[in-house]
């Protein structure tokens, strides 16, 4: 299958400061990538779903303005958590979808745990 | 957020015996993937359906789409201690938006 790659696999950071995650496709060049969240013991929960080169589309109770999104290229996408607080420590796992009208299976990064202290 | 409703929630079986797990939904999807989530790490695909009525096979695992739409079928044969861990379903939209199950956890007594 394709690969997708997360980068950190894992931070702490202070409380009101920001954190930057990167989602890459590896070997495909994705037309959307999709970032969720989950909680332990929990289901994986759809934040927002971002195409390249425009405005990612925000789940109803996201907060836009809080959970920053940007897909520059086919193959990156970053989610920014502005001013966290410790309610936002969580795992954030991205996924991707290829190009191609028959690919429509989602792969999915290794998962960044955000702890916030 | 909207969850799909999957059963049973955990299981423990026996090393060697079969699994069967299922997702169902209110909603119609087009798509429905399976996955496995290991502890600390993003879901791997194990199985995607695209039509009604579709039966696919992975190894010792094999999968099927509802004729409703509204639900899938998940079964395990034989099943290993490595079996171990999270089963989601996730349906799909046109969209490619996959909306996802509350999760079956499943332990192997060897």
């Known amino acids: 299958g394709a690969v997708v790659s997360q980068h950190p696999s894992w931070v702490i950071c202070k409380s009101g400061t920001s954190v930057k995650i990167e989602c890459r496709s590896l070997?495909?060049?994705?037309?959307?990538m999709f970032w969720y969240r989950q909680f332990p013991k929990q289901s994986l929960m759809l934040m927002a779903t971002s195409n390249e080169g425009s405005k990612a589309t925000y789940e109803q109770g996201v907060e836009k303005d809080k959970f920053l999104i940007n897909h520059a290229s086919l193959t990156l996408s970053t989610l920014t958590v502005t001013s966290a607080h410790p309610e936002d420590s969580s795992f954030y796992i991205c996924?991707?979808?290829?190009?191609?009208?028959?690919?429509?299976?989602?792969?999915f990064g290794q998962g960044t745990r955000l702890t916030v202290v | 957020g909207q969850q799909l409703n999957q059963s049973p929630q955990s299981m423990f079986i026996q090393e060697g015996e079969d699994v069967s797990m299922n997702c169902t939904s209110s909603s119609i999807f087009n798509t429905w993937l399976w996955y496995k989530q290991d502890p600390g790490e993003g879901p791997v695909l194990l199985i995607a359906?695209?039509?009604?009525?579709e039966l696919t096979s992975n190894g010792r695992l094999t999968a099927q789409f509802g004729i409703t739409r509204k639900d899938s079928f998940l079964n395990i044969s034989a099943s290993i201690p490595s079996d171990v861990g999270i089963y989601f379903c996730?349906?799909?939209?046109?969209?490619?938006?996959?909306?996802f199950g509350t999760g079956t956890r499943l332990k192997v007594l060897a």
């Open positions: 996730a349906g799909g939209f046109g969209t490619y938006k996959y909306i």
């Open positions: 070997d495909f060049q994705a037309t959307t």
């Open positions: 996924s991707a979808i290829g190009q191609g009208t028959l690919n429509t299976e989602a792969f």
């Open positions: 359906l695209y039509k009604a009525g």
